[in-house]
């Protein structure tokens, strides 16, 4: 039986993409943009890799999803066994829904704060942290606990080596690929937003087809284990009712941080889905 497998894709977690001005937005966006059409071939190449190896380990049907605000898979060069989704009008979790036999994510950073990572943020380099039910999370687990809300297990995830550590201790079972590591030590709890942005550069990468390669064969390795022992693959518990809480930083040195609180009753998609209302956290 062949598998059907969702995608998730980002810019900023792939091996060679140097820094997010220049590499992960346009310059229509009032970037400098220089590298940026590079930047969408290294990402589309590592999808490429990663289509690869779940075709070879009996993938029948693939969704790719961009995930990147500016947009990063270039259409062309995306391998024609898959189909491309652009556009997130539907909220989350996108267009993943039970009929998916397995998640996975390409070029996927790690969540705002962490450390040893490059380009970390969750959503925009705006936010100091998001939890859920008291547990930190990314954008690589809000899609996780989603899939797991529907009962698709995650199964590959590349991304930088502190993403992968995030996939890790979410999802333990989960198969990962580091493709490069940030050197920045510090989580930089303290900065503003645009000092935030300044603060992870740093990484030292894998040759783009050194880590092509290992994407492909670790893909290929994760679907032949879904379909051996599937159990290898756990999912994170959450119980209801669901609280979201985000802590914004602030956007000019001196301001205060902001919060926003969001419960729902009984869905973790209801509660990442729900508006934020965001107000300063006093002194
Ligand atoms: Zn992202």
């Not at 059907?4 to 820094?19: N, Q, R």
């Not at 942290?129 to 008291?134: A, E, V």
């Amino acid at each position: 039986m062949g598998f059907k497998i969702f995608i998730m894709t980002d810019m900023e977690g792939v091996a060679g993409i140097l820094d997010h001005d220049n590499w992960c937005q346009p310059p229509e966006r009032g970037y400098p943009g220089r590298y940026y059409d590079l930047g969408r071939e290294l990402l589309t190449r590592e999808v490429n890799a990663a289509i690869e190896g779940f075709c070879r380990a009996g993938a029948e049907e693939i969704l790719v999803v961009d995930g990147h605000g500016a947009g990063g898979i270039h259409p062309l060069l995306l391998d024609r066994r898959a189909q491309l989704l652009r556009g997130w009008s539907a909220g989350w979790p996108s267009a993943l829904d039970k009929s998916f036999d397995a998640v996975a994510w390409v070029g996927q950073h790690a969540k705002a704060g962490s450390v040893g990572a490059h380009l970390a943020h969750t959503q925009w380099f705006g936010y100091l942290d998001q939890s859920i039910n008291g547990i930190s999370i990314g954008e690589f687990g809000e899609l996780a606990l989603c899939a797991a809300e529907l009962g698709v297990p995650a199964i590959f995830g590349s991304g930088d080596e502190a993403f992968c550590k995030e996939a890790q201790a979410l999802v333990p079972g989960i198969i990962t690929v580091a493709v490069k590591k940030g050197t920045q030590t510090k989580p930089g709890d303290e900065l503003d937003t645009k000092a935030y942005m300044r603060h992870n550069l740093g990484a030292i990468h894998l040759h783009p087809e050194v880590a092509r390669a290992a994407i492909r064969d670790r893909a290929e390795a994760a679907l032949a284990r879904l379909r051996e022992s599937p159990e290898s693959f756990q999912m994170p518990k959450l119980a209801p009712p669901y609280e979201r809480v985000t802590v914004f930083r602030p956007n000019e040195p001196g301001q205060p941080r902001q919060i926003d609180r969001a419960l729902h009753p009984s869905s973790i998609i209801g509660v990442l889905n729900m508006p934020f209302h965001p107000h300063p956290i006093e002194k």
